[in-house]
């Protein structure tokens, strides 16, 4: 097991960001984790990633064999809202809608969503693309039954998909890549099952965007914009389509394989620049954590807090018992419980306790004046401000 090197270069050059040991951590399905844990960039390529030691590698097998998808919702996608309006659709509807936007989908083909969970792609895509054929494939079998129940699928595999038999017109990668210990060389071996002028779909968080994507304990890498078509050049993919907005706080993108392998070099001064930023991120974090206590001391009472996933489980977790109730404004969650407090409308939140924003600053802003809209008399208490720039 490779303890000292750069998930994506093998450079051993890599720097570790020492405030983050002072940071709790949450899992990729929103539960509370250690803290203390380690958090490094490479100094030769600029990856943010987790040290691939014994301890990340612990955490990940015991994160997985208890692994509940979307338990705010009882299993249900969650729900992507439009800036301004508020209006909410599912994640895969909205990314298919985002991907129909730059490529033609053909009439029929066969596609492999790797990492597929409960099939929320793959009944999306089946909706829309009926004559495909559909391929689910899990690591854990949890969800094979749920799986093969869905219209246009033809199998269900448990295990690595490498082994799988046979090619794919469509392979897709959702919140896939980020979990992978090796993402070159796991890209590399997928080109085998990628049909000639096939589609490689990869979505992954955005952490300069979305600082609260750094906590996740499971996550193995952590991508910008230049780091992940980095990735898929020097795992022989041309990159087709690119984007930061279809998703907010995500990174989407859609490749083709080629025969032409890559070293991609990162000048030193990049590399510098993605480490001054990760850090400037992770003191945000602190200081978000820092107003989220400041503002339940001055109520003198637990507070609400908005949203009911990955941030709003970490500031939770850093709050300790200091929280009182959480506000969402996805319908399949209002009305259930996360970490054992209750989620609450905007319309319905108390007026006289603070509500904690638990977002990157520019949507706290945006998202503040609707829901202002929605209940004027909200007590709303907004993130720090950051540097925008991105290296």
Known sequence: ????LCRICDSSSLEEIEEFTALHQVTSDCRPWSGGGHLVTCRSCGTVQKPHDERWVSDCRAIYSDYELYTQSSGIEQAVFEADSGMATTRSEQLLQRIAEC???????????????????LRVFGSHAPQWKLWGSELHSR?????????????FHHGPAEELPGDFDWIVLLHVLEH?????????????????????????????QNPFELTIADHACHFSSVVLQRILT???YAVESFADHWIPR????????TDVRKSVGSPVEEASAAASIVRSRVRWLADAANLARQSADQAGCPIGVFGSSIAATWITTELDSSVAFFVDEDPSRVGRTHLGHPILTPKRAPTDVPIYLALPRGQA???????QTQNPSLNLILPPEWNEEEP
Not at 103 to 121: E, M, T, W
């Open 234 to 236: 020097r795992a022989r």
């Open 143 to 155: 969800y094979r039954q749920e799986i093969e129940k869905i219209p246009g699928v033809e199998r």
């Open 250 to 257: 995500e990174l989407s993108a859609l490749a083709r394989a």
């Open 180 to 208: 992978v210990p090796n993402p070159v060389q796991y890209l590399d071996q997928l080109r085998s099952k990628l049909r000639t002028n096939g589609t490689l779909v990869i979505e992954v968080p955005h952490h300069i």
């Open 365 to 371: 802003e945006t998202i503040a004046l609707r829901l």
């Open 1 to 4: 097991m490779k303890t000292s």
């Open 103 to 121: 490529v033609s989908i053909p009439r029929s083909g066969q596609l492999l969503d790797i990492g597929c969970g409960n099939g929320s792609f």
